[in-house]
């Protein structure tokens, strides 16, 4: 009689109702959105912050560089020595005082420049202050040699290369940005699935082991059966944990905002300063759209097929292994010699998905890593937005079929043996002799 089904649903119903799973599935996006919304205040608090410069300049150079903006206050002090300005910024508890010493020409003014303060200034605001003088000495340069500033305006060209594929197909720069974005997204789900999700298998294994349970179960049901039962009941679980992360994530993301009135996109939005200059050279509007295009320009529906499939496979076949290793100890400090023979592939495929998909996604490295069944999951996954030829998506996938079924069939081996094995710790010599029986 064919048990797998209620092993299955055993397995679902005993990971789902258990007390720990049920208040991590609703603990973990409340932390992670309370960390998000922290995140967001404290850049918030930081964007907000009134900052007041003083301005010391002897060579009257850049007396007029420096404009006002909403947080940021530039004041004169010429005419002070350098000590009393910087008794005049302490006594003000200026952010802090910016010093151009006087100098004979052009040239030596940029070695004469030092910013005054008492705590280590903003990185954002040293370089602000280092674009708008560099761009002062240089227009002053070309005036002394005859340039005139209407001719340095007239001069500048911004140079923005069109891309289009043989067959017509237009792309931009940030294609690849968007299309490693969505590659290095769909890989790192998998390695983190795998990594939670098989290690939670591998401690069911040996807490039924160790319990003495599975003697009972093993009576009436085949070991591959209870394997695979274990291994399917606990992806179901794990894919409605993430799920129930999902929704109320977003939700609670739109509470936060909402009541909370604290703009969650603070977290990870660049200086304000930074996102003004590009909203007014129209960079942003432009990478913008280039964005959007390159998102019409992915394959989704390819991307979809393909993540569900190979996302299935990867798991899968980790997750036999995983189970295996469960059989084949008593406790989980024993796994950690057979952990890392795991462990190695899928850093590797991460590794080489980000150093090398990203350069040449359709090179040897990438290519070959793309066929390899231990690796493919994740790197197929990252090069199929960059458009690989669906021959290499299908033999990929067989490949990584054909691994699962002889991986089942090798764990199926050591977990046969292994669940009624005590007491001792085994050996790699030991696992190969549990393959012949």
Known sequence: MNHLPLIIKREYLT???????IIMTFLSPLIMIALIALVAYLSQLNNDKKRTISILDETGYLQDVFQNTENTTYTSLNGLSLKDAIELVKEKEDYGLLYITSAQDLDDVTNNIKFYSEDTPSLTIISGLERRIEKRLREMKLQKDGVTLEQIEASKTSIDIAQESFEGEKSSKIDNVVKLAFGGIAGYLLFMFIII??????????????????EVIISSVKPIQLMMGKIIGTSLAGVTQFAIWVVLGGVLMVVVSAIIGIDLSQASAPQQEIMNQAMESGGLQNAIEDGFTAIRNLP?????????LFFIGGYLLYSSLYAAIG???????DTQQFMLPILMPLILA?????????????GTVSTVFSFIPFTSPVVMLMRIPFGVPLWQQGLSLILLIGTFIFAVWFAAKIYRVGILMYGKKPTYKELFKWLKY
């Open 15 to 21: 990971k789902v109702k258990n007390k720990s799973f």
């Open 197 to 214: 999700y098989g290690n939670m298998i591998m401690r069911s294994v040996i807490e039924e082991k160790t319990s003495r349970i599975i």
């Open 300 to 308: 989704l529906i390819n991307l979809v097929i393909a993540f569900m």
């Open 327 to 333: 059989a084949a100890v008593d406790n989980e400090t």
């Open 350 to 362: 991460v590794y080489v998905g980000v150093f090398t998909v990203i350069e040449d996604p359709h």
